[in-house]
């Protein structure tokens, strides 16, 4: 009964928190003449991103690899195939240029780097797969280079997005909706994850199937709730950015923070579910560039909603 109430209660702090969090973000990004999806891609991302980090830097310290990368790998999958498949289905998702031909193609190639990380046996005959230090290290660098990246898009004035006017607030305001935004969305998700990995635990389930799905799922309600409602409120910078932000975050540095701290044994994350990761940002920017260009169609959006729930009921029917 108690992990129903934090189950219930962590979903309606996080769509207050990511109510808040998108008008403060916006309210932000109009003072400073900064867009949208610079806003996405830093603010919004590392908020909606800090369920994920604390869960896998406690799943590391506490000898949980397995939670720690597939929290990581499953939250990723989530935000392309379910965030954006859902947010398509609200509202089609008009997608930037600059988006398509420099953003989803970082995520691409991040899926490749935690691929090429965690494959020591076949690549270069190791005993087992394991993100070690030195890998941790290096994803941090990536972050770096990613942040000077974005923060370079800031100073050029990023890309212009259409959509309705965005409220303006005084400084003050817009801050307390951001900080008590983001507070909602970490204690929000807390309240979520413990609830729902109660009641997987009790079910028998895998560590790493529970990483995969109920806890991936759960730090990854943020980035949904912030997502559909950016959409709703026609701020689709916001919710693009924000998808791609955190999938580069969650890589680059939720995972390199916690390899930093103890080498991750891949354990009972595979290969398929690395590959599956993969295509689907692979799947995210053919939708974007093709069929109707620039924009991710509610048809689309179906087709990434159900690219999930075919890959979750392989995980649940593998038990």
């Not at 109430?5 to 008008?23: K, Q």
């Not at 994920?52 to 310290?61: D, F, P, R």
């Not at 070690?132 to 990613?146: K, P």
């Not at 689309?300 to 979750?312: F, H, Q, S």
Request: hydrophobic content about 55%; proline content about 3%.
């Amino acid at each position: 009964m108690l992990d129903i109430l934090f189950l219930v209660g962590g979903l309606a702090l996080i769509l207050l928190g990511a109510n808040g969090l998108t008008d403060g973000a916006a309210a932000v990004a109009k003072r400073f003449n900064i867009s949208d999806l610079v806003i996405g891609l830093t603010i919004v991302a590392f908020g909606t991103s800090a369920p994920e980090l604390v869960i896998s830097v406690m799943a590391t310290l506490g000898g949980s690899a397995d939670m720690a990368i597939g929290n990581v790998v499953g939250s990723n999958l989530f935000n392309v195939l379910m965030i954006v498949g859902v947010t398509a289905l609200v509202m089609p998702i008009k997608v930037g240029e600059g988006t398509l031909s420099k953003e989803i193609p970082l995520v691409v190639l991040a899926s490749l780097a935690l691929a090429f990380c965690g494959n020591d046996v076949l690549l270069d005959g190791g005993q087992t797969n394991t993100i070690s230090r030195i890998d941790g290290l290096i994803m941090l660098c990536f972050f770096l280079i990613f942040m000077r990246y974005t923060f370079a898009i800031a100073r050029n004035g990023g890309e212009e997005t259409e959509g309705e006017k965005i409220k303006e607030m005084p400084v003050w305001k817009s801050v307390l909706f951001i900080v008590g935004g983001l507070a909602g969305l970490v204690f929000g998700g807390q309240w979520f994850v413990d609830g729902a990995s109660g009641i997987a635990s009790s079910l028998g389930v895998s560590e790493s199937t529970i990483g995969l799905t109920i806890v991936a799922g759960g730090t990854s309600l943020p980035e949904l709730a912030t997502s559909v409602t950016a959409a709703l409120k026609k701020n689709p910078g916001i919710a693009v950015g924000n998808v791609i932000g955190s999938n580069l975050f969650n890589i680059f540095f939720v995972l390199g923070c916690s390899a930093t701290v103890s080498p991750l044994p891949m354990g009972g994350i595979t290969n398929l579910d690395l590959v599956v990761m993969t295509a689907s940002a692979v799947l995210f920017w053919i939708v974007g560039w093709f069929f109707k260009e620039r924009t991710i169609t509610r048809v689309e959006g179906a087709l990434m909603v159900i690219c999930y729930v075919a890959y979750t009921a392989y995980l649940i029917s593998m038990q």
